[in-house]
T-cell receptor
């Protein structure tokens, strides 16, 4: 099955700096890659996603890049704010199969 | 829109008892629901995929006789932890995939159920 690895496991940045989280996946058939944000004690919320026919997608301060050949994708958060502090999970999915396989998570702390 | 609820939010039970957790899509029909398990400060581990009207598909290493899943309607899936033991204590989260439409790929998560087995 699919194996998703995520790095780093923890990340601290100063407010205003950028944060980058990287994920790799093993199944070349995976073609949908969502990113979820989970605040303490709350449910995961989708923040951005990318399909394999696209190399990059941006939504305001958040962007995701995908390298299909290398089987890795990254989340970029610019101009970080304290409210960005949370755990971020990447996931990989084969669109026809539905299942999401999550990475191990990155705990992001934005220091005011 | 796209709200998923879970009940109960927290349950404490004695070892050996069974616990049922409900997952409901409140304002949309969910062709597929997923059950995850999350240990403290760890990732979401997919346990099983549940399609309405058919048997659930379990991930490798998940005991189907211990974690019974029923998806009786397009808005309700239940997870029953049978003969629960302390090692089953965890945070169980469901998610629902909307049927078709522009958001057909997105999974909407429930708030989770914290199970503590004494």
């Amino acid at each position: 099955g699919e194996n998703v690895e995520q790095h780093p496991s923890t990340l601290s940045v100063q407010e205003g700096d950028s944060a980058v989280i990287k994920c790799t996946y093993s199944d070349s058939a995976s073609n949908y890659f969502p990113w979820y944000k989970q605040e303490l004690g709350k449910r995961p919320q989708l923040i951005i996603d990318i399909r394999s026919n696209v190399g990059e997608k941006k939504d305001q301060r958040i962007a995701v890049t995908l390298n299909k050949t290398a089987k890795h994708f990254s989340l970029h958060i610019t101009e970080t704010q304290p409210e960005d502090s949370a755990v971020y999970f990447c996931a990989a999915s084969i669109m026809a199969g539905n299942q999401f396989y999550f990475g191990t998570g990155t705990s992001l702390t934005v220091i005011p | 829109g796209a709200v998923v609820s879970q009940h109960p939010s927290w349950v404490i039970c004695k070892s050996g008892t069974s616990v049922k957790i409900e997952c409901r899509s409140l304002d949309f029909q969910a062709t597929t629901m997923f059950w995850y398990r999350q240990f403290p400060k760890q990732s979401l581990m997919l346990m099983a995929t549940s399609n309405e009207g058919s048997k659930a598909t379990y991930e490798q290493g998940v005991e189907k006789d211990k974690f019974l899943i029923n998806h009786a309607s397009l808005t309700l899936s239940t997870l029953t932890v049978t003969s629960a033991h302390p090692e089953d204590s965890s945070f169980y989260i469901c998610s629902a995939r909307m049927a078709g439409g522009l958001r057909g790929r997105e999974q909407f998560f429930g708030p989770g159920t914290r199970l503590t087995v004494l």
